[in-house]
């Protein structure tokens, strides 16, 4: 919207391709983006395509349009879907990585080289870890630590231990209520039984507050 306040006459600014990878990354699931660039005088044409004929530019709606969304981006919830979108794209990218890198593929063996042995018989705590759209399972003994639950997610990706060691991610456990973070630095070396992962632990894999 600001390219085409500032340059009305460039057709390019006002032709939005809804099929193009950028608008779907960036506006397809953004709620009321399409709606706002209707309210802007956009219409659809026949092909999907968002256009705006010359002689529809309003420059006063247009400056309340780009002030709105300027405002919004201060929000909390802005900031918030901000980091979310950047976690979603970041975990696409270790789903990738596992059958596409040699490299990576040795380091998560050696994360999965340092992991406990798993409980025979069924015994043990079984912990799921859910990181986007997928889950992964595996049963762990109650004085088996949270680093050893890290090592085995970095069988999943190797970048994962770091992240949450770091703070950048945390892990939140769903079995409880309120649902709190847990510090996977000051708990490393605490036993599942003691963190809570006791009979079994529900966890989300999620950026940091």
């Not at 390219?3 to 600014?13: C, Q, S, T």
């Not at 085995?152 to 309120?178: A, F, M, T």
Request: aromatic share 8%; net charge neutral; proline share 5%.
């Amino acid at each position: 919207l600001s390219a085409l306040k500032n340059n009305p006459g460039n057709e390019k600014f006002r032709r939005i391709d809804k099929s193009t990878l950028g608008y779907q990354r960036s506006l397809a699931h953004a709620p009321g983006a399409e709606a706002l660039l209707l309210t802007m005088n956009f219409t659809v044409s026949d092909s999907g395509i968002l256009v705006i004929d010359r002689t529809r530019i309003d420059p006063a709606l247009l400056y309340l349009g780009v002030s709105a969304l300027e405002e919004a981006k201060q929000s909390n919830e802005y900031k918030e879907a901000k980091i979310l979108i950047k976690f979603d794209e970041e975990i696409r990218s270790i789903k990738l990585s596992a059958n596409s890198s040699e490299q990576e593929a040795v380091l998560r063996a050696d994360f999965l080289s340092k992991c406990p042995s798993v409980p025979v018989g069924g015994r043990g705590a079984l912990i799921q870890v859910a990181f986007g759209d997928e889950a992964v399972r595996r049963r762990f003994d109650g004085d088996d630590v949270l680093q050893d639950v890290l090592n085995w997610l970095g069988g999943h990706g190797s970048c994962i231990p770091g992240k949450l060691l770091s703070r950048e991610w945390c892990l939140v456990d769903k079995n409880r209520y309120p649902i709190n973070p847990i510090d996977c630095q000051i708990n490393s070396k605490k036993t599942l039984q003691y963190i809570g992962f006791w009979p079994s632990g529900k966890i989300d894999i999620r950026p940091s507050p």
